[in-house]
């Protein structure tokens, strides 16, 4: 059976239901779960087939300053990034010159961002040491590619870059990358620590997109710790309202300066806004109940390669799970989710663009090629359709392949997607594995995937966990 789709003509926008999203308008029949369970089971059977997982997770970091850093100290921050090291090196930059101009105090205070600095272009993001309240640290946590570039550029901000990466033998079309991957290695990190820490252990850690610079409303990492913590069932986490968009400097400001101008309780909130339901995505920051996660073996699937990572988590908590052998029946996984509060993330004006991030860019377009060659397959080694992806549009059927290299290379340039070129095949290869992780994730929500394949997808299956193994940092 083909899956009911439309084309999202708005796709390579910037939203992010643009962005990430080549298709619209999917409808999910529950007697088709079988082909959305296949959409992940395929990529988990190609993975292992190929000997690329599961491998032992390599993680690189100077592990005394490490584990010094969590002992007896307040739930961490660990911001995933890729590809803006200097970026972030401003950042920290400018928090120091701001400071001395407005005397601001914790990550509630605004005045961080109401600039003033000499020819600022930018933000100081909302993890750095100076926006910070209570006993914390900050790691940044980035593909072994970067690890040298990142610690080079940040040498002097008292954060803690950490380096990973998976095996990656022969088979492999390159290191394992990618939007999951990268989310699955810095909650295993965060793990870790909690593992081996000597002391009392802290039970949550903070995870950031390395943009994220203010949250409306936010009233300090504290708050939100404590309300969790006062919950009377164990929550998986605390999300926010997500960014839809990035915003310029000078919106960023023009809204942080509003703020303190108003009144004091908006430039520096110190009351936490009720949660709220409907619950919405898990995206951008989020608190994360690491014991939690510890003991039911959760986490991000790698399987996400280009999109659909913080979706595709947050619909399998969002669900329901039947009974089935030897596993019991799952209620939906509970967190807290605060509307209230939104996540402002910022444009960010220039990148490395050095050797280090051109080889994880590389890594993600081969994955991306290698999910997207498997999937348009007309016969699949696993047997079970898709592949080959195949959809219904406009009361027509054709495969996922040929709507998207015909839409991608038309000849007329204003009925492509915006700023691409009709040759550019990695963008193709990248919206055909966007489709898939779109399909897939919307699935999962709309409880047509089999338990199965949800719990080979976001539970680790070894129950000793994931292997770790510890490396020093390189000689310079």
Request: charged letters at 20%; proline letters at 7%; aromatic letters at 10%.
């Amino acid at each position: 059976m083909a899956i009911e789709a439309k084309k999202n003509n708005n796709y390579g926008g910037v939203l992010v239901s643009q962005k990430y999203s080549p298709l619209e308008d999917i409808k999910y029949k529950r007697p088709q779960s079988a082909e959305y369970s296949a959409l992940l089971t395929n990529r988990l059977t190609q993975l292992t087939n190929a000997n690329i997982l599961p491998q032992p997770l390599r993680l690189i970091t100077d592990w005394d300053t490490a584990l010094a850093a969590v002992t007896g100290h307040d739930p961490p921050l660990v911001v995933i990034s890729s590809n803006r090291s200097k970026w972030i090196a401003e950042g920290v930059r400018l928090s120091r010159e701001q400071w001395t101009l407005t005397k601001y105090d914790g990550s509630n205070d605004l005045k961080a961002l109401t600039g003033g600095v000499s020819k600022q272009a930018q933000s100081p993001p909302l993890y750095l040491p100076l926006r910070m309240d209570g006993d914390r640290k900050v790691f940044i946590v980035v593909h072994a590619h970067e690890y040298r570039q990142y610690r080079k550029a940040l040498a002097d901000s008292d954060m803690t870059v950490v380096g990973w990466s998976f095996n990656a033998p022969p088979t492999a079309p390159g290191q394992l990358t990618g939007f999951g991957a990268s989310r699955y290695a810095a909650i295993e990190f965060c793990k870790h620590l909690r593992a081996n820490m000597a002391g009392v252990k802290w039970d949550y850690a903070w995870l950031f997109d390395d943009n994220v610079v203010g949250i409306t409303a936010f009233p300090g990492y504290a708050a939100v710790e404590a309300a969790m913590a006062a919950a009377t069932t164990p929550q998986v986490c605390s999300a926010f309202q997500g960014s839809s968009s990035v915003e310029g400097f000078s919106d960023i400001k023009k809204w942080a300066t509003g703020e303190v101008n108003a009144t004091p309780t908006r430039g520096k909130p110190t009351v936490l806004p009720a949660p709220t339901t409907p619950r919405g995505i898990i995206q951008q920051v989020a608190l994360w109940n690491i014991k939690y996660m510890t003991e039911q073996r959760l986490n991000f699937s790698p399987l996400f390669v280009t999109s659909g990572e913080d979706i595709s988590i947050g619909n399998y908590f969002n669900i329901n799970i039947p009974a089935q052998t030897p596993l019991p029946a799952r209620p939906r996984v509970p967190y807290l989710y605060y509307s209230g509060m939104r996540v402002r993330k910022e444009v960010v004006a220039y990148h490395d663009d050095g050797e280090a991030a051109g080889l994880v860019n590389t890594a993600k377009q081969a994955f991306a090629k290698w999910f997207a060659d498997q999937e348009a397959t007309a016969t699949p080694a696993v047997g079970v359709a898709p592949p080959p992806v195949q959809l219904e549009i406009d009361g027509g059927s054709q495969t996922l392949v040929d709507l998207i290299t015909t839409w991608f290379s038309d000849g007329d340039e204003a009925k492509r997607p915006p700023g691409v070129a009709a040759t550019d095949t990695a963008a193709r290869d990248k919206a055909k594995c966007q489709a898939v992780e779109q399909i897939a994730s919307g699935a999962i929500g709309s409880e047509c995937v089999s338990t199965a394949a949800l719990n080979r997808t976001f539970i680790f299956q070894d129950v000793a966990g994931q292997a770790i193994q510890r490396f020093p940092p390189p000689r310079p």
